[in-house]
């Protein structure tokens, strides 16, 4: 779908949607909670879809989290029989595609958050480790490992200027691979607060080494063929549902799928209609197909 | 402005003269063209010292925001050149006239940034919060709360090599206030080869408080000018009879074509001959603002024209 309408959506439409696609994606973070607190109906809209026959993925660019405390999340707040494999995180497929698309000969130099980290390690993929700072150590004579073959930038609460000047130096190679987790700058969080994401650390990794990150996460398809080198996806079957146009949308459109909106997160009705009417193409991408107030809208259709 | 030419002019001895005759002031860039590091570039003390003794003025003027204007003159000093902290023009320096000057700030500013730069900005009157280690504490709700000192009114970030994700994290709730100003000293990606290593540069930390914040710095260090109009403010200079000599392109020589200055690029440092040919040739007009006037090996050959 290459840039939607923006419809909203309404009565028999959905349920009407809903039995044209076999697959939904939903985004989490202001899709099926907020923080800590379940969006009011989310649960009931997941069993339901899977009652009716339809998988559910869940597709999240943070990276904070292993999958394992994803299920741990998402049966705290009333989600019952959500499993680990359907749950895809840019940590998740970071490491997947370490391990299976990149076939990573070597270590891998992380600038990242326990969550990364784990998703590594249960991938198998060699982390290149954190020695301690030694009391003469600077900027100028950081210790290299030879074994490293790829840099993976992420959310990193730990991050210094020391970790930005190692990350620089391995890539200085051109064979050693340039990841990120995800583009996003910030994170909302709960009281319309912000907090600085990923992708302002990728930003200056990106300008310190003159290199373009290739980016896991949403928008970037990878996420989408990871689910479906598992699964098998077919794209004109699948629906994505997101709260984030430049993200969840522009996923969705790049890899074909149809998308809705829903307005419980980041985005507006009024950015999803300028994007709409935006004379650039790119732009157009980030419209929806669809609009909804939220995932609860969902259940008159389902509850029939 | 470079007229059109075939190729970049290289400068002769005959056209140095000509050239020196047509300029009251030279304004040097510092990192690669009079040192490279630690030591100075060799016959560069003799030029700027003898330029002095044939009634020129001399500036320095550099977007390295890690030493303060007196510091800059001891370096200087020890180096064997002749000069005084008031005609040295840093980033730390400029960037606090700047806030002062023209932000017009009333208040506090949170620096991302060296000691060199809180100086500077003391020297002014400006308080400024938040230089030195910070390391993170807490969970992500404490980030975002964070306490904020409620007379911030500017981020500014420089060279820090403390910058950890809690000063991106504090600048990011700062900037989050629309009236509250964002400037950086400069954009260069990386510090001027020191040991042969190059080392992430401001550029890097600016961008990322850029993109968590979503907003655009003012940048005060070259290829803006306002670098330029600190100096002739304070010293009353006409452009066309100023020489601005520098080792980049994207920055000493752009500047001095901002400025309506002439310009000479050095060798000695990171730009090349066939980078500024490039430049040029090609037909966009921002390109066209790095070609220099002239080019030279290293500035010590000038000598033979102010000696003779």
């Known amino acids: 779908m290459a840039g939607g309408g923006c419809v909203t959506l309404r009565g028999a439409q959905i349920r009407d949607l809903l039995d044209s696609k076999h697959d939904v994606l939903f985004d989490c973070d202001g899709v099926i909670w907020n923080g800590e607190t379940a969006v009011t109906g989310a649960p009931e809209v997941v069993s ?257 | 402005m470079a007229a059109s030419k075939c190729n970049v002019t290289r400068l002769t001895e005959a056209l140095s003269r000509q050239l020196l005759d047509s300029v009251d002031s030279v304004l040097f860039d510092c990192d690669g063209v009079i040192w490279r590091g630690d030591q100075a570039i060799p016959g560069a003390s003799e030029v700027i010292n003898s330029l002095k003794k044939n009634g020129k003025r001399v500036f320095f003027v550099t977007n390295n925001s890690t030493k303060t204007r007196q510091m800059y003159a001891d370096k200087l000093g020890k180096l064997g050149f002749d000069a005084s902290a008031d005609e040295v023009f840093g980033t730390a320096y400029c960037s606090a006239v700047y806030l002062k000057n023209v932000c017009k700030l009333d208040g506090k ?90 080392v992430p540069g401001t550029g890097c930390l600016l961008k990322a408080v850029e993109t968590a914040a979503q907003r655009q710095a003012q940048v005060v260090g070259k290829p803006s000018s306002f670098m330029f109009e600190c100096v002739a403010s304070q010293f009353g200079l006409d452009p066309e009879r100023c020489l601005m000599v520098g080792d980049r392109l994207d920055t000493d020589i752009m500047l001095g074509s901002n400025c309506g200055l002439k310009t000479l690029l050095t060798l000695t440092g990171v730009s090349t001959v066939a980078e500024a040919e490039a430049n040029q040739k090609s037909e966009c007009p921002q390109r066209q603002k790095m070609v220099p006037d002239y080019y030279i090996e290293s500035i010590a050959d000038i000598l033979p024209a102010l000696q003779a």
């Open chain 1, 48 to 304: 339901l879809l899977k009652q009716r026959g339809k998988r559910v993925f869940f597709v999240t660019n943070n990276c904070t989290r292993p999958r394992e405390n994803y299920v741990q999340k998402f049966s705290r707040l009333g989600f019952t029989d959500v499993a680990e494999e359907e749950i895809f995180s840019s940590a998740y497929c970071s490491a997947a595609y370490l391990r299976d698309v990149a076939r990573l000969q070597g270590k891998v130099y992380v600038i990242g958050c326990g969550g990364v980290m784990k998703e590594l390690r249960d991938a198998g993929v060699p982390v290149a480790e954190e020695e301690d700072a030694e009391p003469g150590a600077s900027i100028y004579t950081c210790p290299l490992d030879p074994d490293v073959k790829a840099v993976l930038v992420g959310y990193d609460e730990n991050f210094t200027f020391m970790k930005l000047a190692k990350a620089c130096c391995y890539l200085r190679s051109p064979e050693c691979l340039f990841l990120a987790t995800d583009p996003d700058p910030w994170h909302p969080l709960t009281g319309g607060r912000v907090t600085p994401g990923s992708g302002s650390l990728t930003a200056a990794l990106e300008t310190a080494s003159s290199r373009k990150a290739t980016v896991i996460g949403k928008p970037s398809r990878f996420m989408f063929e990871c689910i479906s080198s598992q699964f098998g996806l077919d794209p004109a079957r699948s629906l994505m549902i997101g709260d984030r146009l430049e993200t969840d949308v522009l996923f969705g459109s790049n890899c074909g799928l149809t998308t809705v909106l829903t307005l419980t997160g980041v985005s507006t009705l009024q950015e999803a209609l300028a994007y709409r009417d935006s004379q650039e193409p790119q732009q157009k991408h980030c419209a929806p197909d669809y609009v909804m107030e939220s995932v609860a809208d969902f259940l008159q259709a389902l509850e029939e």
């Open chain 2, 109 to 198: 500013v949170y620096l991302i940034g060296s000691n060199a730069m809180r100086q500077e900005l003391e020297d002014v009157g400006i308080r400024p919060v938040g230089v030195g280690p910070d390391p993170i504490s807490g969970g992500q709700k404490d980030w975002a709360n964070v306490p904020l000192d409620n007379e911030v009114r500017a981020v500014l970030v420089g060279f820090d090599e403390h910058f950890s994700y809690m000063k991106l994290n504090r600048a990011l709730q700062y900037l989050c206030y629309p009236d509250c100003q964002f400037v950086g000293t400069n954009t260069d990606t990386r510090l001027p080869l020191e040991g042969g290593k190059a």
